[in-house]
């Protein structure tokens, strides 16, 4: 009686011509910078609406549908999270306000340039009370975005200066240190935590005051 064959186990790939189909093409992968983005862009709407010390990395990586791994990739904590919104919004804020009006004298200029950022300041702290929580909150980390953020007024505060040294209105052979001793005047106006519990006519009194006694200074041929 003859033997039936026995059948293989598995099935040999021969003559299987649909069995193996060409696997769907994988998703293109996000470029890091547009995730990134997207991480900075939740983290802050959070911040906004539960209050920065509600939210957890956890949380943001929740509503984006991945995982807190994939969150960390990108910012190693909330810390680093707080630190590229920060100098996000100070950027822009800058740019903003920092563009040069050569029809302004250089004292003018600078005392609108100071007085915009304080304002642009207090505008924010009222309407967005969350980056006021950062702002302390990165006070006490020393993180990078103070320092750019000093490093920002004193190169916008340095092209002033030198305007008015090429009019001949202002006496300093050293235009970046003048902006660095101004910058650091006018932190009782300028730095968001020192401004946050004064009253706004105050400030208005004292910022004019702080840039007038600078532009003195500046004006005086012994600066030199």
Do not use: W
């Amino acid at each position: 009686m003859a033997i039936a064959p026995k059948e293989e186990a598995f099935p040999s790939s021969k003559g299987r011509t649909g069995a193996r189909t060409a696997r769907s093409p994988r998703k293109p992968r996000r470029p890091a910078a547009e995730t990134r983005e997207d991480i900075l862009n939740t983290a802050e709407e959070l911040f906004r609406t539960k209050g920065f010390t509600n939210v957890a990395v956890a949380d943001v990586a929740a509503v984006l549908g991945m995982s807190p791994a994939n969150v960390f990739k990108h910012f190693h904590s909330k810390t680093h999270l707080v630190d590229a919104i920060s100098v996000r919004h100070l950027e822009s804020m800058i740019e903003r306000l920092a563009r040069p009006d050569d029809h302004k004298a250089p004292p003018e200029r600078l005392l609108h340039f100071v007085e915009q950022l304080m304002e642009s300041h207090l505008r924010d702290l009222q309407k967005s009370p969350h980056l006021f929580e950062m702002i302390v909150f990165s006070a006490g980390q020393e993180l990078p975005c103070a320092e750019q953020y000093r490093e920002m007024l004193i190169d916008d505060i340095a092209l002033i200066i030198e305007a008015g040294v090429e009019s001949g209105v202002y006496h300093v052979k050293d235009s970046r240190k003048a902006a660095e001793i101004a910058t650091l005047a006018l932190a009782c106006v300028l730095h968001p935590v020192l401004i946050a519990r004064e009253k706004a006519d105050i400030l208005a009194t004292r910022c004019r005051e702080v840039v007038a006694l600078i532009d003195t200074a500046l004006q005086n041929p012994l600066a030199k």
